[in-house]
């Protein structure tokens, strides 16, 4: 079994800056792709970010140039710098992994419990 645990949410005034950080432990052989999601009420989830074992990191148009995603390989560790927030950026944020399982080597979707950023003067 693998667990996701997020941490780094809050409020925050427009404008501001927040991390968000996302540690993965249990049965991993292996980390694949891991990800940002996040959902506004009545909206549907959306893709953020998502960063490849590779480093390869790529973001959904309406946070390009704000939002920075970065894992630590060696920590399992997947993180999002958001900077210069909107009150559109509020929604509950979801950290999503691929992983490889030591048990049965075969990889698996695995996703946090999610955290609440609002962004609010």
């Known amino acids: 079994q693998v667990q996701l645990v997020e941490s780094g949410g809050g409020l925050v005034q427009p404008g501001g800056s927040l991390r968000l950080s996302c540690a993965a432990s249990?049965?991993?052989?292996?980390?694949?792709?891991m990800g940002w999601y996040r959902q506004a009420p009545g909206e549907e989830r959306e893709l953020v970010a998502s960063i490849t074992s590779g480093r390869i990191a790529n973001y959904t148009d309406s946070v390009k140039g704000r939002f920075t995603i970065s894992r630590d390989n060696a920590k399992n560790t997947v993180y999002l710098q958001m900077n210069s927030l909107k009150p559109e950026d509020t929604a509950v944020y979801v950290c999503?992994?691929?992983?490889?399982?030591?048990?049965?080597?075969?990889?698996?979707?695995?996703w946090g419990q999610g955290t609440q950023v609002t962004v609010s003067s």
């Open positions: 249990g049965s991993i052989f292996a980390i694949g792709a």
């Open positions: 999503n992994a691929v992983v490889l399982s030591t048990t049965t080597l075969r990889e698996y979707d695995y």
